[in-house]
């Protein structure tokens, strides 16, 4: 995309060429529109990536509403395996509210 040289315009008018000086005029307010357009397009762009990275940062997310951060609300000896060091966890949606239970065997990690 080539951009309208404001230079050049000053000197189409000084030349008395005000038709092409206005064609370049429009050129350049189509080309800062665009620019403009494409600006707000990566700003969006850009604050969808920085939430996606803070959500990873935080935790995983909701298996069931993917908007959410599921985070451990419980943890406690398994009521058959805990004498072996099992867990039996609970996670809970911060978005929707979900919960599930998870076994967690610290010698499989």
Known sequence: ???PNIKEIFELIKKGATIE???K???LKETIISLQEEN???KGENLSLQQQIELSEKGERCPKCRKGI???I???PHSTFGRLGVLERTYKCSEC???EEHIFDPHKE
């Open 97 to 99: 509210g979900f919960t």
């Open 74 to 76: 419980k943890s406690e």
């Open 1 to 3: 995309m080539e951009i």
């Open 70 to 72: 599921w985070n451990l």
């Open 21 to 23: 000086a206005q064609q």
């Open 40 to 42: 707000l397009k990566l």
């Open 25 to 27: 005029i429009i050129e």
